[in-house]
Structures are given as structure tokens and as C-alpha cells.
């Protein structure tokens, strides 16, 4: 469980910052009626899909650090 917890942890946190840099602002230049084109960490789209997958991965990496 320690290894899944660490694996997981370390996946997510990789997956978060592609998601965030990557993806959110391919689907917003997709968008046929269009959007902003700037997204920041501190915004609320920044809450949805950068700060609480960070969350749950930091969590994820201490759980399984603190477990022996």
C-alpha cells in the first residue's frame, strides 16, 4: 500500500501539471464560441483543475511516506 500510495501520488502530480498546462488550454481553444485564453493558478477553473488534484496528490505522497 505505501508503493501504490507513493506511485499514485507522484502519477497525479505529473498528470496534474499536463492536465493544467496542456489539455485546459486545448479545450478552451476548441471552444467554437470562444473563451479567455490565459488560465492562472489563483483563478477558479485554477481551483477546479490544478489545486485539488495537487491536494489529494501531495496527500497521497505524504500517506505514503508517514505509513511503515
Not at 29 to 48: A, D, H, K, Y
Amino acid at each position: 500500500m505505501k508503493i501504490f500510495s507513493l506511485l499514485f501520488g507522484i502519477l497525479l502530480l505529473i498528470a496534474t501539471f499536463v492536465w493544467f498546462s496542456y489539455f485546459v488550454p486545448l479545450g478552451c481553444g476548441m471552444n467554437p464560441t470562444g473563451c479567455r485564453e490565459e488560465f492562472s493558478v489563483w483563478s477558479q477553473i485554477g481551483l477546479i483543475h490544478f489545486w485539488a488534484p495537487v491536494a489529494v496528490s501531495v496527500a497521497a505522497i505524504f500517506y505514503g511516506i508517514r505509513r511503515s
